[in-house]
């Protein structure tokens, strides 16, 4: 199953967006409840070899979006309102894994939390993201 198919499956409006498949996203699970996703660090460093905060970042508000358009269902409009993050350590190489989980999930917005690891599980940044879900298009 690719990225889309998973995304897709969650809800009917969702696939990769191009900066995602740019920067190697891979989406493993995709619910209200959880969103889990991939990205290689090779691809995605700053000028020192280091991944880049930006690269996690970025990644971190595509997967807490993805968990609140779930989480509003189709026919919702969700919209990024804020988004932080907190950078514990960077990587050099291997994929790093982030995972949405809800800080809060109400009608008209919610909140995820985001963390970053890498491969020996060790915590790269904390991130959190807010959306917020707009009205049912008519």
């Not at 690269?55 to 993805?66: I, T």
């Not at 804020?82 to 190489?93: G, L, W």
Request: glycine share 8%; charged share 20%.
């Amino acid at each position: 199953m690719d990225d889309d198919d998973v995304l897709t499956r969650a809800h009917p409006d969702l696939r990769l967006g191009a900066l995602d498949a740019k920067m190697g996203v891979r989406v493993l699970e995709a619910s209200p409840e959880r969103v889990v996703a991939t990205m290689p660090v090779a691809t995605n460093t700053q000028s020192f070899g280091l991944l880049h905060g930006g690269a996690m970042a970025c990644l971190a508000e595509a997967v807490g979006s993805w968990a609140a358009v779930i989480h509003a269902g189709p026919g919702r409009t969700v919209v990024g309102v804020d988004v932080n993050a907190t950078h514990h350590r960077s990587a050099r190489e291997g994929v790093v894994t982030a995972t949405a989980l809800p800080l809060h999930r109400g009608s008209q917005a919610a909140t995820y939390e985001v963390v970053i690891r890498d491969e020996q599980d060790r915590r790269l940044c904390t991130a959190r993201m807010t959306s917020l879900i707009l009205a049912p298009r008519s």
